[in-house]
T-cell receptor, first 115, second 117 residues
């Protein structure tokens, strides 16, 4: 069974600085997707960034980028120029390309932005 | 706003009562997912519909849980004889996809927070 592990329950960063959130996963599959979702307090979960496992190039979305290391099964999220609105729970998630394509989530990292 | 909506947003019930939650997906989305999220944890998959067919159920979905998606539109999740351990946030997500398209994004609703006393 696939598992996703986020080893940092909480992280904090100064506004305008850069922070990296860690994620590791375990799977025997070679074709899958990895995601970072953001869940602000009392608000719904939204997709931050997605990485296809067959792509070697790391995904980037504005201030958000990932470091995808397939052999190491590592998928970290870097947030540059942190803003107060980035404060949220961040969840790393895995999805196999076949079957129900359900998301398997990690435990989450609570990110605090210090002004 | 044409996002995923869920009703009610909050539900308090007594142990042993039945509760039903509703999810309205994005209108053209054919896939619908239910997840459960307990405090301080990531969401866990419960069940999945493609159109009106329920194609997969998690072991987490005991016999007290039932989900439907009549006509492939909205979905309901019913919990019978609720227990205190059922207290959680119940999240619904929808996506547009097919067996040949694997890149679809799941869009989440705001969730229904259930408290069983």
């Amino acid at each position: 069974a696939q598992t996703v592990t986020q080893s940092q329950p909480e992280m904090s960063v100064q506004e305008a600085e850069t922070v990296t959130l860690s994620c590791t996963y375990d799977t025997s599959e070679s074709d899958y997707y990895l995601f970072w979702y953001k869940q602000p307090p009392s608000r719904q979960m939204i997709l931050v960034i997605r990485q296809e496992a067959y792509k070697q190039q790391n995904a980037t979305e504005n201030r958000f980028s990932v470091n995808f290391q397939k052999a190491a099964k590592s998928f970290s999220l870097k947030i540059s120029d942190s803003q107060l609105g980035d404060a949220a729970m961040y969840f790393c998630a895995y999805r196999f390309t076949q079957g129900a394509q359900k998301l398997v989530f990690g435990q989450g990292t609570r990110l605090t932005i210090n002004p | 706003d044409t996002g995923v909506s869920q009703d009610p947003r909050h539900k308090i019930t007594k142990r042993g009562q039945n509760v039903t939650f509703r999810c309205d997906p994005i209108s053209e989305h054919n896939r619908l997912y239910w997840y459960r999220q307990t405090l301080g944890q990531g969401p866990e998959f419960l069940t999945y519909f493609q159109n009106e067919a329920q194609l997969e159920k998690s072991r987490l979905l005991s016999d007290r849980f039932s989900a439907e998606r009549p006509k492939g539109s909205f979905s309901t999740l019913e919990i019978q004889r609720t227990e205190q351990g059922d207290s959680a946030m119940y999240l619904c997500a929808s996506s547009l996809g097919s067996d040949r398209v694997h890149q679809e994004t799941q869009y989440f609703g705001p969730g229904t927070r259930l408290l069983v006393l």
